[in-house]
């Protein structure tokens, strides 16, 4: 496989579909990020009154908790590529009565926000689907205010990520090989060039933790659409697949996933790292 024609708005619109596909369902699986949303949160130590930026938000599940935490005087802004997300997102914070919580729909490598303007941004699981991931980052500093902090979490490597590398796995075993390679979502996966990109970006203050993921699933459906609501472009090509060969994708992950069963389903633990720096 090479790198060689890889299309950046080819890859953003087939990501947009795929998240746009499954953005009813999205948060099915998020009750199984809720500690990890929460170390996000710890270090971001939002305050009242804040200008907050949820960036690659999908439907604002963080967005929602930052917003109770700055308060009425506050202002959250949960913004993402895929406007399914976002209508989700919306319809969920009228219901509960958000008012400070507002979705814009905008590709993070190009925000459509002031100079300035945020006191923190935070980036839940988002920077690796981004092709030019600098470009998101000196957004990203531009966006926010002198001394602002941007949190945001990714994968660690992809041997320490089996939630997504058993999916990974069978994919690579019974659909044909993509021509062009995508961007690995296992990118930033080592503290080291994580840091140095943060750096190279213009960042300071940079501190990088290691968060362990835990995941239970009650049967292996339940981890396919776990992974699946991860993951929007496999989603959208899956998606496309014919009845036959998506039953063999799903055989395929239940004989995978045997190495991870126990009394109770199957447990997976992936390491995912959390990042905090200062513009
Ligand atoms: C794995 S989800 C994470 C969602 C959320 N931050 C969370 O932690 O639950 C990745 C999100 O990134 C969004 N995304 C992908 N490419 C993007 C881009 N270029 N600009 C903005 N959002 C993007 C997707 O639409 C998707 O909602």
Redesign the pocket.
């Known amino acids: 496989m090479s790198t060689a024609g890889f299309d950046a708005r080819r890859f953003?619109a087939q990501?947009?579909a795929g998240?746009n596909r499954i953005a009813e369902h999205y948060d099915e699986g998020?009750t199984l990020?809720v500690d990890l949303?929460r170390a996000l949160l710890d270090d971001a130590a939002l305050q009242c009154g804040e200008r907050v930026l949820?960036?690659?938000?999908?439907p604002g599940?963080?967005a929602r908790d930052a917003a109770v935490q700055v308060g009425d005087d506050g202002r959250l802004v949960a913004?993402?590529?895929?406007e399914a997300?976002l209508a989700v997102g919306q319809r969920r914070a009228t219901a509960d009565g958000l008012a400070n919580l507002l979705f814009a729909a905008?590709?993070?490598?190009h925000l459509p926000f002031a100079d300035d303007h945020f006191d923190a941004v935070l980036l839940?699981?988002?920077l690796f689907?981004?092709p030019h991931p600098e470009r998101a980052l000196a957004e990203i500093r531009r966006v926010l205010r002198p001394g602002g902090r941007l949190v945001l979490s990714v994968w660690g490597p992809r041997e320490a990520v089996p939630l997504i590398s058993h999916a990974q796995d069978c994919i690579a075993r019974i659909l044909p090989k993509p021509k062009v390679e995508r961007p690995s979502v296992f990118r930033f996966g080592h503290a080291g060039p994580l840091e140095l990109l943060l750096r190279q970006a213009g960042f300071g203050g940079v501190s990088i933790a290691e968060h362990r993921l835990h995941c239970h699933f009650p049967s292996h459906e339940a981890y396919w659409q776990a992974f699946l609501a991860?993951a929007?472009g496999a989603a959208e090509a899956i998606g496309r697949l014919d009845d036959a060969l998506r039953q063999r994708l799903a055989s395929e992950v239940a004989g995978e996933l045997e190495a991870c069963r126990s009394a109770d389903g199957f447990h997976t633990d992936s390491l995912v790292l959390v990042a905090s720096a200062r513009r």
Not at 54 to 58: C, I, N, T
């Open positions: 953003k990501e947009r998240f998020a990020r949303q949820d960036l690659a938000s999908g599940l963080l913004s993402d590529i895929a997300m905008a590709d993070a490598e839940g699981l988002g689907m981004f991860l929007g």
